[in-house]
């Protein structure tokens, strides 16, 4: 069984950047996908993108394609969110995620990842 801890999030300002991480422990940790979704209040969890073990798998949402970028450094178990030019709709609560791999898999939708961390706040102020 997988845990995940997230941190990084924050207030920003419109444009900046800011970078948030997870790191997984126990079982499975080391081949597990990791994601990043989010969510605001009164809304569905929206899937950020996710990467897998070795890196050669890396998929985005729409809204933040061209923006964000996800990164994992395997020997630390570690994976990072770079965001970069914010805007105020990308304000929410961050959720770190961790999938274990199945044939067919496309990892984009919450009830594929069985690990969820607690969840880092990210405001980004106009």
């Known amino acids: 069984q997988a845990q995940l801890v997230e941190s990084g999030g924050g207030v920003v300002r419109t444009g900046d950047s800011l970078t948030l991480s997870c790191t997984a422990s126990?079982?499975?940790?080391?081949?597990?996908?990791m994601g990043w979704f989010r969510q605001v209040p009164g809304k569905e969890r929206e899937f950020v993108a996710v990467i897998n073990w070795n890196g050669d798998t890396i998929k985005y949402g729409d809204s933040v394609k061209g923006r964000f970028t996800i990164s994992r450094d395997y020997t630390k178990n570690t994976a990072y969110l770079f965001m970069s030019s914010v805007k105020p709709e990308d304000t929410a609560v961050y959720y770190c995620?961790?999938?274990?791999?199945?044939?067919?898999?496309?990892?984009?939708?919450?009830?594929?990842?069985?690990?969820w961390g607690q969840g880092t706040q990210v405001t980004v102020s106009s």
């Open positions: 126990g079982s499975g940790a080391s081949t597990n996908f």
């Open positions: 995620a961790a999938a274990t791999p199945y044939f067919g898999g496309k990892y984009i939708y919450r009830h594929e990842y069985s690990y």
